[in-house]
């Protein structure tokens, strides 16, 4: 094996254009970690916003003034090419998917994980490309990991990675879902399971009878003022960014400080029970990725850029090579 690899990097906070691939060494597994070989990652609007340093405070985990880590990227599926001292739980060929929220470095040939880790085996049949769905679906998680069965659930923007995974994570609780979608995305969402359908472009989903248990908007283009005539008494709006003037920051705190639970920006845990969670319901049918596009790994800054344009549906993919895999799932002549 050979102990350098290309790997993307950036020596300050930017766009697109401060990206750089780079020869780098082959990371060592350490004592408790696996050496992944990193057949498929993704571009999500976690790596856009750690390029830019957004928001600002995230600076003081991503590093100031300049990005701390070495290799950028947080979401990976390959196989296990070795792994450190004391790892019984994966084995060489083994093929896993994951994330890396810590110390990023997915957007890479290989990747150093800890074994015990956010990773777990991709389900028999499954494509390493159909694995890395874990970076929305993680974020989705924290705002519908509340709902039980029967409840009435408004997504508003469910078209894009985060809502997308919210959706059938919240079909899959047994919830009734609602999803407010642009036009090119409403037969994707019947297809995913959405009980109902509304084009936001009609200005009418706000104008809805229904009133729901959670709100979430999954993609910040709408506030809490705009959507709290929709909630039941005691129902929640969930955001996945700030809102404007920072609204949603405000309110979740306020809405922590009286208990009300109204308002919350929440923020993903447990990435490794997450990820052992999303394996077995892959495996049984019950989750599934959906794919915008896929890069090779020479021109993932064009998918940076193309991430950053808040218009993908779903996930993109960074086909890392060697597989041909990732290239036949969008192009099956090859
Ligand atoms: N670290 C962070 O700061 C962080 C991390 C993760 C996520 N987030 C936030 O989470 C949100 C969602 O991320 P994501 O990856 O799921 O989003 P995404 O994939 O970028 O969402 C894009 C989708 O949103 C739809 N959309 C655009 N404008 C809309 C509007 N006005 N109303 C309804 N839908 C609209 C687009 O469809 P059309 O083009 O057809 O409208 C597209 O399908 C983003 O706001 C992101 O900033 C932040």
Same mark, same amino acid.
Request: proline share 11%; glycine share 16%; net charge neutral.
């Given at each position: 094996m050979a102990d350098r690899m290309r790997a993307l990097a950036a020596?300050?906070?930017?766009?697109?254009?401060?990206l750089q691939l780079r020869e780098v060494p082959v990371p060592v597994p350490g004592e408790g970690e696996l050496l992944v070989r990193v057949a498929a990652s993704t571009v999500n609007r976690t790596d856009t916003a750690t390029l830019r340093g957004y =928001?600002?405070?995230a600076r003081l985990f991503t590093g100031?003034?300049?990005?701390?880590?070495d290799v950028f990227g947080h979401e990976f599926a390959g196989t296990v090419e070795g792994a450190g001292d004391s790892v019984t739980r994966f084995a060489p060929g083994d093929r896993v998917f994951g994330l890396s =929220?810590?110390?990023?470095?997915?957007?890479?040939e290989f990747v150093a994980v800890p074994?015990?880790?956010a990773v777990a085996r991709v389900p028999d %049949?499954? =494509?390493?490309?159909?694995?890395?769905?874990a970076e929305g679906a993680w974020y989705a998680e924290g705002s519908v990991r509340d709902v039980v069965p029967g409840q009435e659930v408004l997504i508003y923007g469910a078209s894009g990675a985060i809502g997308i995974a919210a959706l059938q994570l919240a079909r899959d609780r047994g919830a009734r879902v609602t999803a407010v979608v642009g036009p090119r995305h409403l037969d994707l969402m019947r297809e995913l399971g959405a009980d109902s359908v509304i084009d936001y472009? +009609?200005?009418?989903?706000?104008?809805?009878?229904t009133r729901f248990d959670l709100v979430m908007?999954?993609? %910040?283009?709408?506030?809490y003022f705009a959507c709290?005539?929709?909630?039941? =008494? %005691?129902g929640g709006y969930r955001a996945t960014d700030l809102g404007p003037r920072g609204s949603n920051v405000w309110l979740g705190l306020w809405s922590g400080l009286t208990r009300s639970g109204r308002v919350a920006l929440p923020l993903p845990t447990d990435a490794p029970g997450f990820v052992t969670r999303l394996a077995g319901l892959m495996a049984a049918g019950r989750f599934r990725g959906v794919f915008d596009r896929a890069y090779p790994f020479e021109q993932i800054a064009d998918a940076y850029a193309y991430v950053e +344009? %808040?218009?993908?549906?779903?996930i993109v993919v960074i086909d890392?090579?060697?597989?041909a895999e990732v290239r036949r799932l969008f192009d099956p002549d090859t």
């Open positions: 020596e300050r906070y930017g766009g697109p254009e401060v =928001p600002f405070l100031f003034p300049r990005p701390r880590f =929220p810590d110390r990023f470095g997915t957007h890479a074994a015990d880790g %049949g499954h =494509p390493l490309i159909e694995a890395v769905v472009t +009609t200005g009418t989903w706000s104008d809805l009878d908007d999954a993609v %910040g283009k709408t506030s709290r005539h929709l909630l039941k =008494p %005691g +344009t %808040g218009q993908k549906t779903g890392m090579g060697p597989t």
